[in-house]
Each structure stands twice: as structure tokens, then as C-alpha cells.
């Protein structure tokens, strides 16, 4: 079996990042920082810094995300989107109304022209999303 997940490239935030997510999918947040791994960054202010996270939430969601270390370049998220996407409106109305905290509406969550549920935004942390709840995410 293949999964296709999205991982998510911070440059400081991914903690405060997958904590927000957390709080606003549910689930279970592993954490692992560069300073559970020695060796892996020589600067020691970089030890608390995020080698690998997952979240996995009750339905199956697995969204990834880590801190990119000094040393390495660091390309903000550009042209992609999170997409949350699925047949229950409350389910997903639920996760638009919590990561729209302190986030840049693109279009209001509302009713598409093909008869879903549509919304896009940016979060706190630069990330954009899209959120499609309807008969054709089926």
C-alpha cells in the first residue's frame, strides 16, 4: 500500500504548528526533536528544534511536519495547498472554524458553484488550505 501525505517544512514554527493543527483535527501528535537524535545539528540552540512530527487523527488523517535547521535552505510552502476534504459538513466546518483562528480568508467557507461546501484560507503559521465538504467528495 501506497499513502500520500503532506509534510510541511518550517523554519522554527512546526511545533507551535502541529499543536494548532492538533487542537483543530483531533488526534495524536508524535514529536521527535533534533536533540532525540545527537549529531544531527551542531548548533545547540537547534536541539529543540522539530526533526519529524506526525499527527494521525481518529479518521485516518496523517499530516507531517518538521523544522528546517540553519544550515539548510529553507523554502516556504509555495503553490500547494492542504486540502481537508470530505462528506460530512460539520466534520469539516469544524476544522475550517478552528484553523481560521488568526488565519487570511481566501474565500469564505461557503457554497461552491458545483453544489459543495468550499472554502480556502492561509494560516497563523503561512500554510494555505482548502476545505471541500459535499456529495462529490464522495
Do not use: C
Amino acid at each position: 500500500m501506497t499513502i500520500l501525505n503532506p509534510y510541511i517544512s518550517f523554519r522554527g514554527d512546526a511545533r507551535a504548528a502541529m499543536e494548532f493543527y492538533q487542537q483543530a483535527l483531533g488526534g495524536d501528535l508524535q514529536v521527535m526533536t533534533f536533540g532525540d537524535m545527537p549529531g544531527m545539528v551542531e548548533d545547540e540552540a537547534e536541539q529543540k528544534l522539530v526533526m519529524h512530527s506526525m499527527l494521525t487523527t481518529p479518521g485516518g488523517l496523517v499530516l507531517m511536519a518538521s523544522d528546517t535547521p540553519a544550515h539548510y535552505e529553507y523554502k516556504a510552502p509555495q503553490g500547494v495547498s492542504v486540502s481537508l476534504s470530505g462528506t460530512d459538513e460539520a466534520e469539516i466546518r469544524a476544522a475550517w472554524d478552528k484553523l481560521s483562528d488568526g488565519a487570511t480568508v481566501t474565500q469564505e467557507f461557503g457554497p461552491a458553484p458545483w453544489g459543495d461546501q468550499f472554502g480556502m484560507l492561509t494560516d497563523r503559521f503561512g500554510i494555505d488550505w482548502m476545505f471541500s465538504a459535499g456529495q462529490s467528495q464522495a
